[in-house]
């Protein structure tokens, strides 16, 4: 197992304080360009050229497998993220939107022409808070070749559906939000608009409730965010957002954990008789914990429901969001069912994967005053711990995408 965090590095906070610094640079450019021979010609401007900026922003792993982009919840463009990847010195990405493929072309596309490996996949919801399953596609001709089937269509209508409805909950819960922001003391003209909603996706479909997080915070003096506990957005999504969605799911009667899981598990069924090629890795089991409530035993319960009803082929392991506790937590729970898989005891085609190399990234915004994730590195900040992120890749990334493509094509092969 690698672990980044401690390492040598991890001192250093001028080196810290340079990477930011650079970090920044690149957004502004990004924002300001809207070709990538204008991106690069800006940053060269500035003193930066890609060289350069690889030097000084030093990406300790090669991959990024879980990227946001305006087509969902994050705030750079698909095409801009493969400019990203590139000058900071990934060299394979996969953009994961929450239920859209909309900006999949795009990414690939440009990935493919900045010399880059693109690998197409979706975050697919759930109607269980937190749990979302990443779908990997790694043969990308055999997905694209998919999308104009007729079960391509298909798929593609269910996700449309997917996001009709995650729109108009944004909208309940941006209701909600503005409530809770009167109760702080934030006087009317300083609440949260669609009109902003609108600006931040560009007028673009849906809107997704983890930006009130960002928006919301911004309402916070440095005081309240401290008094309430809210030091940065994943902390307002925790503490507000994710509250507002559970008073809205109240309304609704409860669902089991099959009712929950239903329709994503019978789209991985379609998926896999379509022979798409796809990987089914459960997001962020963290989450299940803090947005779900859930102990332990009910998370390792649900990997082995999700494995022998889902047909889950893994667990996202080592992202952003795991401390090193967690990395062991899961790894013993996914060692346990592997044991099972390999004596008969639960039917798997094989062992779960342990897919790391994944930082759930969507606003490039590193510091302690953002606690936002940032590509390459997770969570990243001028703490001891995060100056050089704090992913734990758990294999190498050529044994990951090659068990990821051995076990794509074996489900294909018993579809």
Partial sequence: MTTLAGSDTAGDLAAYRAREKVLYQVRESL???????????????QGLPEARVRQIVDVPVPMDLHLHSTHSDGQIPAQKLAWLARVIGLKTIALADHDNISGTRALYGE???????????????????????????????RFFDFLTTPRGSRFQQYLLKKQETTHALTLRVLESVNRWLKRQGIPAEQQLTVQELDAWFGGQKPYFPGTLAVLGLKRLGARQREELGLRDPRAFHTKVITPAIKRLSDEEPPKSAAAATAEVRKQLTALRRAKADSVAILSHPRELVTKARMSIGQVATTLEYLTKKAGLDGVEIGCARDTEADVRMWREIVEDLNGRIARKEL????????????????????GTATGEITLGFGLLDERTEFRRGNLRPQTTPEELLEAMRHRAALRSDQA
């Fill in 31 to 45: 924002e300001a360009s809207q070709r990538w021979d204008d991106f690069v010609a800006r940053l060269a401007a």
């Fill in 111 to 141: 990935a493919t022409l900045l010399g880059l490996s693109a690998i197409p996949a979706v975050e697919l919801s759930t109607d269980q808070p937190g749990m979302e399953i990443l779908v990997y596609f790694p043969d990308a001709g």
């Fill in 347 to 366: 039917a798997a085609p094989g062992p779960l994967l342990v897919a790391s190399y994944t930082s759930d990234f969507h606003v490039l915004a590193p």
